[in-house]
């Protein structure tokens, strides 16, 4: 990969590092909050294989960075009154005010 192109991570490459991380940490890889650098190779040199795209341990550490930032802000959506989750189409419902509230904090 060229030096200055951004990583682009693809849905597939998504689920194969979350499947993976997964497995690391059912394997005792993750002993504090965040898992061993051999479980970030694991993920960066299996995504290079199957998506012939050289990742990098930085490019899965940030990415699941970016995971827990976005999981961190569906959970505080959830949780809140008017707002719900559709589990079918894996997104937030919400009641208009309730929407409409939320776009206004947000903003």
Not at 15 to 20: A, D, F, G, K, Q
Not at 86 to 102: F, G, N, V
Request: glycine fraction near 4%; charge should be positive.
């Amino acid at each position: 990969m060229a030096k200055g192109k951004q990583f682009r991570w693809t849905k597939p490459m998504e689920r194969l590092l979350l499947e993976i991380l997964a497995d690391e940490a059912l394997k005792g890889n993750k002993p504090t909050k965040t898992f061993k650098t051999s479980s970030f190779t694991r993920v960066a040199e299996s995504i290079s294989l199957k998506f012939a795209f050289e990742c990098t341990t930085d490019n899965v550490e940030n990415h699941l960075k970016t995971i827990k930032s976005t999981w961190n802000v569906i959970a505080t959506l959830r949780g809140k009154s008017g707002l719900g989750w559709d589990d079918t189409l894996k997104m937030i419902t919400a009641e208009r005010q309730s929407y409409e509230e939320e776009v206004t904090v947000q903003s």
